[in-house]
């Protein structure tokens, strides 16, 4: 169909930067853009193509070298605060690292000051109810307004509906739904845990920086971190061709290279293996592997 961009890269849609490109493409930059997508899902329909929708800054790690069905790219950009109500609502394209920061330094507004430096959007966070330093998304999360594929109209999602559990929601285990805007009551910090850790600090000096999605496995608990596991079973640092998990952190899982994803497959596999053998626990990733 013609507006669809054909073998479009997307590599830079995976904060890895694997090689990657996608058969069929379309971004979504305006809200005009949304009323293509009943056309879109009856070409995939039609032909068979599954479809996957992603933001800026989403967590994926693609496992492919050309995917060979159709991405859809939310850019959707916009957001407002209002001072009176504590309310924010912002299109699901906007970086929460930059909300969070503008809010703090115009607005005198600190609750999401953790927010501050992490990578993403907010239909990032929302679809995996991201979090940090025990302030997840969910805590402050009123209503979504999304597109719903099945019925091709326009829904309201109440926090109930979305059905938040650590690292997920209803976005991302019913795959139904294309994530517009969200609004967001911003008066009352609610915490999982309390914590005073200054993440600008750590974000700056215990973080790595580039090719990375950020922490890569799930955390199995408060006691047992998976940085820590993988720390224990020698694997802090270790490479695996183009593949290693850094020596700041060792649940950063990075990527020095441009050669294949199946690097950084073998190293997930090999971290899985050891942390079972010695602990008996599994980790799971936190990050989305993205198959053909």
Same mark, same amino acid.
């Given at each position: ?70 991405? @859809? ?96 929601? @209803? ?98 596999? @090999? ?22």
């Amino acid at each position: 169909m013609d507006i669809l961009l054909k073998n479009h890269d997307i590599s830079q849609l995976s904060n890895f930067h694997t090689p990657a490109t996608a058969q069929y493409y379309f971004e979504i930059s305006s809200l005009e853009d949304i009323s293509k997508l009943t056309e879109i899902y009856n070409f995939s329909e039609k032909n068979n193509l599954p479809v996957l929708i992603v933001w800026w800054g989403t967590n994926l790690l693609f496992a492919f070298d050309n995917y060979k069905w159709i991405v @859809i790219q939310n850019s959707l950009k916009w957001w407002s605060y209002h001072q009176e109500t504590s309310k924010l609502e912002a299109y699901s394209s906007e970086s929460i690292w930059d909300i969070a920061q503008i809010l703090e330094s115009d607005d005198g507004q600190d609750l999401w000051h953790r927010f501050i430096g992490l990578p993403g959007s907010i239909g990032w966070a929302v679809f995996w109810n991201a979090g940090c330093f025990w302030l997840e998304t969910e805590n402050n999360f009123v209503s979504a307004k999304v597109w719903n594929i099945e019925t091709q109209s326009i829904e309201i999602l109440s926090k109930e509906d979305m059905e938040f559990t650590y690292r997920s929601s @209803i976005l991302k285990t019913s795959g139904k739904y294309f994530l517009i805007s969200v609004i967001f009551d911003l008066s009352e910090k609610i915490e999982k845990y309390h914590s005073d850790v200054d993440n600008l600090d750590f974000r700056e000096n215990k973080q790595p920086k580039w090719n990375t999605c950020g922490s890569f496995f799930k955390n199995p608990s408060k006691e047992y971190s998976a940085g820590r596991l993988i720390e224990e079973v020698g694997l802090k640092w270790f490479h695996h061709w183009w593949a290693f998990f850094s020596e700041l952190h060792a649940n950063f899982l990075m990527f020095d290279g441009k050669w294949s994803y199946t690097d950084l497959l073998e190293l997930i596999e @090999i971290a899985q293996e050891k942390v079972k053998k010695q602990f008996d626990i599994e980790i799971t990733p936190e990050v989305r592997i993205i198959h053909n």
